[in-house]
T-cell receptor, first 114, second 112 residues
Framework: NAGVTQTPKFQVLKTGQSMTLQCAQD?????MSWYRQDPGMGLRLIHY???????DQGEVPNGYNVSRSTTEDFPLRLLSAAPSQTSVYFC?????????????FGPGTRLTVT | SQQGEEDPQALSIQEGENATMNCSYK?????LQWYRQNSGRGLVHLIL?????REKHSGRLRVTLDTSKKSSSLLITASRAADTASYFC????????????FGKGTKLTVNP
């Protein structure tokens, strides 16, 4: 299994540009989520999904859109990039278990918005 | 807002020493988890402790949970240079929430 994969690894955008960060998992996990990690802030939840067709907002959803058309994929869209979105983005997945929820993380996408 | 807060923010020790990191949280939880992040990499799950457990071991890791004080500690015994990383606690709040809320992390440096 490849686990959780993310593309691209690095990206530089200009303010106002849009782009999609890709995330895929091959473990048949129902739950997928996107986090951003900023220095001194830990990980903050952006959006999450408990299954295909179901998404919900996390702690910092503004400026980001998600959709979940398949179990495997959970792309994150930046509609109009802003310098405040410069961050490292992590995608994670886990089985939909009511008790155990160990998450598996992708390697991250480092995004710079100029 | 952040649920977990790790303490200390940074810790530097010598190889062979024990490292202890603490985590405090605010609301009732279903479980608490610890993750490790090597520089520039994704997070890796280390250990999970349920709210009805008080202590758990995994290799050189020992985790304790005190729900009355809303705190947990992670002990790494006989540390190695390879243990150098940031360590995060994450909590799953009670009430059916599917979210996992992370703290800001403790940066551990183990000097050879």
């Amino acid at each position: 299994n490849a686990g959780v994969t993310q593309t691209p690894k690095f990206q530089v955008l200009k303010t106002g540009q849009s782009m999609t960060l890709q995330c895929a998992q091959d473990m048949n996990h129902e739950y997928m989520s996107w986090y951003r990690q900023d220095p001194g802030m830990g990980l903050r939840l952006i959006h999450y999904s408990v299954g295909a067709g179901i998404t919900d907002q996390g702690e910092v959803p503004n400026g980001y859109n998600v959709s979940r058309s398949t179990t495997e994929d959970f792309p994150l869209r930046l509609l109009s990039a802003a310098p405040s979105q410069t961050s490292v983005y992590f995608c994670a997945s886990r089985p939909f278990d009511r008790v155990l929820n160990e998450q598996y993380f992708g390697p991250g996408t480092r995004l710079t918005v100029t | 807002s952040q649920q977990g807060e790790e303490d200390p923010q940074a810790l530097s020790i010598q190889e062979g020493e024990n490292a202890t990191m603490n985590c405090s949280y605010k609301t009732s939880i279903n479980n608490l988890q610890w993750y490790r992040q090597n520089s520039g990499r994704g997070l890796v799950h280390l250990i999970l402790i349920r709210s009805n457990e008080r202590e758990k071991h995994s290799g050189r890791l020992r985790v304790t949970l005190d729900t009355s004080k809303k705190s947990s500690s992670l002990l790494i015994t006989a540390s190695r240079a390879a243990d150098t990383a940031s360590y995060f606690c994450a909590t799953r709040p009670q009430g059916g929430s599917e979210k996992l809320v992370f703290g800001k992390g403790t940066k551990l440096t183990v000097n050879p």
